[in-house]
Structure formats: C-alpha cells, structure tokens
C-alpha cells in the first residue's frame, strides 16, 4: 500500500463564482486546470492548487467568517503588493516583517477569505517553499 501523497488542494465556496472567477483568473493570474462549471481547481504551484465551488452544488457551505487563510509563497513579496494595489485589491496590511523570520502582507478576497504573500527569509526554511 502507497500511503504517499501526490499534491494538495484547498476548496473555498462562495455562493457566487463569478467575482471569484475574476479574481483567481485576472487578478491573481493562476491557471485554470479544471473546470466542472460548479467548481474549478487552479494551480498555485507544481502540485499545490486552490479551487473555487458554488456552494449551492458542493460539499461545504460558505460561513460568516472566514478562518480560513491562504498564504503564497513568493520571492518577489513586494512587486505581489503592487499588482494587487494596482488591481484594486483591499490591502490589510503593508509590507512587513513581523517576529517570524518572514516579509509578508495580508489581503482580502472575494467571499471574505483572507490571504498573505509571504517570503521565508530563513534559507534553511525558505528551501522548502521553493
């Protein structure tokens, strides 16, 4: 028996895609690998992805509050914070660097979910991350 994983994926539900749609494909830019009309899975990174559900057809249901916080890994922290000011994206934060050994800011996504672009500034940490 093979108890390896292969990748991961994060659902988010919204009970409307079209504003998500937008957002993960003309704002964040990702690429659309899936697209089951009620859900569509987009690739973050080599096996790491996120996809969006209509929560009318999927599994979960969308909350009042999200906890939920999905964080990107970049080397290039600030020029993120300027294509999102640039698209009109609501910044939480300014670019920082908080007691972690990481430069990070945090910003808001359609549904209310919350995420942070973030670089590891430890290589013994950041390695993993590449």
């Known amino acids: 028996m093979n108890l390896n994983l292969d990748s991961q994926i994060t659902f988010l539900y919204f009970k ?3 504003p998500a749609i937008r957002f993960f494909e003309d704002v964040l830019k990702l690429e659309k690998v899936e697209d089951q009309e009620f ?3 987009y690739r973050i990174a080599d096996k ?8 009318a057809k999927g599994f979960c249901k969308t909350q009042e509050s ?3 916080l999905i964080t990107l890994v970049t080397e290039d922290v600030q020029g993120w914070y300027d ?3 640039a698209q009109g994206v609501k910044l939480l934060s300014e670019v920082q660097r908080p007691l972690a050994p990481v430069e990070c800011f945090f ?5 209310g979910y919350r995420f942070e672009v973030q670089r590891f500034l430890d290589p013994s940490t950041a ?3 590449r």
């Open 83 to 85: 294509h999102l000011k």
């Open 39 to 41: 859900a569509r899975i």
């Open 66 to 68: 999200s906890a939920v």
């Open 127 to 129: 390695k993993f991350f």
């Open 107 to 111: 910003f808001e996504g359609p549904g």
């Open 16 to 18: 409307d895609l079209a």
């Open 48 to 55: 790491a992805f996120v996809g969006i559900v209509d929560e």
